[in-house]
């Protein structure tokens, strides 16, 4: 019996019913709220982005990490009483003090001064071969993806050739032919770097340029420079930040390795990597600062531009999230 | 399938040829370069040079005859050391690289696998927030400061591992952990979201439908799917291995090829640092070539993606 | 009279998300009998879909309320691993997207005998034999060389056909199809509709198919469910539904179908969406948009109330005091 259970009630609804008052056996009338749709307050995608980015914790520490870095890396060096490159021949060697922060080196040189001298060129290097790397690729990428077809053929091909070419080799190359400085580091950083932005702006606009909005505004007669503006740029934002903030420590880490090299930032300036290299004879001295704060401030570098790209973007792609 | 191999096959050879090509016309432009006429070696090496790369002759000659000895896999010889050639410098420390390398590979290949699936399948338990944190970590010191620190720490504080050269298996150890962290942390993450991605398909709940148990799901069905994308950035990290090399074989004392590149950097040896760089680079491609080609034997579906395509 | 294979008793499922506790399921009864096609009907997020998972104890959410009982045990009381052998054993189950639901980079024969091998002790090699059998049976022709082949070689409805093939390979008394032909084009869904009676003729498994397209369940039920909200709202033989419907929102629903045997040519729609599950209404859930809601409906939930020994409804229009009722339809 199929409704066995469903009709148990039966008994049971006869005793209800009796319980219930007649007068509510009238027409409803339709309550005022139901008009109104509930209203949520709605948030724009920045603001969306900026609530969830707020909720994430580490993000939030690799932010924070990040202002206290940059704010030390600009003014340190400015109101440390000591110079990054005078030396102190009476002053070698010494460890942390009152007078010496971050105690001394091998040539009396003051490490508090440095290590921030340093940090600040580490995030110049970073920020700027980031910034250059965007303006390059996404214009190309932009006009790739936009274009498609044969251009898009042509472009594209050329920068899977670049792709394929083994980065930091070829920025060592680069290095070994111009020359060591700050200047050419950039250049060598962002003569194959701008590729991976390129191929990444190219696959969102591509993906953006066939949405229903913008074929639409395409049928309105819309220009094209006002789609690229209006429609294509706020949709790719997201992803082109989320991997700025990639470039950015990659390129810091690229400064690190080839001034560990002695490719990069020349004495008497200071770098980190260069620093680190320095202190490397630590290990036998037992002059532990040396190695120590300059280490440091480009892992905690490194640690939080990485924590923070990951908030982006969970923040800045909910589709990614999980 | 044939026709893909053979279509990559063809880009890699363009790729090389272009290498080469940069290669050669960026050490032309190179100031103090023995091609840029300023020569300041003795007269001994002078004259083997002159022969060997043809320095007397116009440029486009150089060019082709430099191309021509690279198929033969002649790649050059050093003006700091002479009679040293880079073959021969090859076979000294390639063996030697290759074995850090690989070692260095396949520890950061199983231990970030598993960091990343046991992340995954306890997502937001405590192996997940340790793993993650352990692959930030990773990520955030370069490669030289976590040498620098395992040398100090283990070798020099505790003595517990040999601090340099490359002599016992002993000595294999503090390098290929300071070489390793770095992908490892990679792999790790990556594992971890394409695991956790991969767990919430369709194909999954199918699987738990059929009344598998958890292991079976997990093996079978979960992780080759998670593990396609780790295939595909092995290419990467083999380069990014490679160039970590060099510092840690100059930091460790390793007699391997990193050293000797970075030594002809440093004493701007131009046709060792070109002939390695090729040598590299060549090594770098057919690496990528391959991972390629495996890519297309496990995922069965890029076989006819490409065919239509 | 049929057998009871199946009984749902007062089933009650919740989530726990970011913004509170989700009641997806609310008191739901339903029994399956033997031999029979039951339909689930309703419009997305009324429940039917955690209401089948419920049975596999595949849902990611809470059973917090409610018996489901199977062949004398509750499947709710059962360890995961007792669940387990009954999973694609006893009780088997098709979902709605045959694009995703197997495994890519396995072949489909792989994914077909792991489930044999897996409920059954027999040797690979009769595993194999049983998989093209099946494949056979399912109307796919060269089994053995597409047994080989992986998932993305075959076409949609060929794939719904492999996952028919997968659930029934292992003879379940119970089939869960869960809108298994929605993601298929019409003729492809008239050809698979027309697989599932014949499997039902051969087999005499039980089939619990859960959709939202009324055209579907013309076609194949014996039974259907009308869920709304979480709950039952209507229960009765097809005939009983398609003729006879008593619930307003049941009538809704056919009347925004088009027909070929009706004389109204116009298609009308249900305004309105359904409550928001986090706090369900205090009364009849379908009051908000119900052309013949009384006041009653506001303040109390609809009482079951037999029409005949199979018809069941929850409604206050039943009650004996409605008929006096007149609706003006005043907004």
Known sequence: MALKNVNEDETFSDHVSISIPDHLFTERRRRKVEAEAVVRPSLNYWQDAWRRLRKNKLAMTGLVLLIILVVLAIFAPIFSSHSPTKQVLTDQNLPPSKTYWFGTDALGRDLFARSWYGARISLFVGFIAAFIDLFIGVIYGGISGYKGGKVDNVMMRMVEILYGLPYLLMVILLMVVMGPGLSTIIVALTATGWVGMARIVRGQVLQIKNYEFVLASQTFGTRTRRIIRKNLLPNTMGTIIVQMTLTIPSAIFSEAFLSFLGLGVQPPYASLGLMTNDGLSAILTGYWWTLFFPAFIISLTMYAFNVLGDGLQDALDPKLRR | MVTYILRRFGAMIITLWLIVTLTFFLMHLAPGSPFNQERNTNAAVQKNLMEHYHLNEPIAFQYLSYLKSLLHFDFGMSITQPGQTVNGLLAQGFPVSFELGMMTLVVAVLSGVILGVLAALKHNGIIDYLAMTLAVIGISVPNFIMATLLIQELAVHWHVLPAATWSSPKHVILPTIALATGPMAIIARLTRSSMLEVLTQDYIRTARAKGLSPYKIVVRHALRNALLPVVTILGTLTAGILTGSFVIEKIFAIPGMGKYFVDSINSRDYFVIMGTTVFYSGFLIIMLFLVDIAYGFLDPRIKLHKKEG | ?331
């Open chain 3, 1 to 331: 009279m049929s057998e009871t294979i199946l009984e749902i008793k007062d089933l009650h499922v919740s989530f726990t998300t970011y913004g509170g506790e989700v009641q997806a399921v609310r008191g739901v009864n339903v029994t399956l009998n033997r031999g029979e096609t039951l339909a689930i009907v309703g419009e997305s997020g009324c429940g039917k879909t955690v209401t089948s998972q419920s049975i596999m104890r595949l849902t990611a959410g809470n059973i917090t309320k409610g018996s489901i009982r199977f062949k004398g045990k509750d499947l709710t009381r059962l360890t995961e691993k007792q669940m387990r052998d009954i999973r694609g054993s006893d009780i088997s189950m098709i979902f709605q997207d045959p694009m995703t639901s197997l495994n890519p980079t396995l072949t489909v024969g792989k994914q077909i005998i792991e489930g044999v091998e897996r409920h059954q002790n027999i040797s690979r090699h009769d595993a194999e034999r049983l998989a093209l059998e099946i494949f056979d049976w399912v109307g796919i022709a060269n089994g053995k060389e597409r047994l080989k082949q992986y998932p993305h070689q075959f076409s949609g409805g060929m794939r719904q056909r492999i996952m028919i093939a997968m659930a029934l390979v292992c003879k379940p008394s119970i089939l869960i199809a869960d809108e298994p032909t929605t993601a298929l084009d019409v003729t492809i869904q008239a050809q698979i509709l027309e697989l599932f009676k014949e499997i039902q003729r051969e087999t005499g498994v039980s089939i619990i198919l859960i959709t939202h397209d009324m055209g579907v369940v013309a076609q194949v039920s014996d039974r259907i469910a009308i869920m709304y909200a979480g709950k039952v709202v209507e229960i009765g033989r097809r005939k009983d539904i398609f003729y006879r419907p008593q619930h307003p929102y049941t009538k809704g629903l056919l009347h925004s179908i088009p027909r070929m045997d009706s004389e109204e040519d116009e298609l009308i729609p249900i305004p309105g969406t359904p409550p928001d599950l986090f706090s369900p209404p205090k009364g009849c859930p379908f009051v908000a948009r119900c052309p013949f809601a009384m006041e009653v409906c506001e303040q109390y939930q609809p009482i079951t109330t037999a029409i005949s020994s199979d018809h069941a409804v929850d409604c206050w229009l039943q009650d004996e005091r409605a008929k006096q009722v007149t609706f003006t339809g005043e907004v």
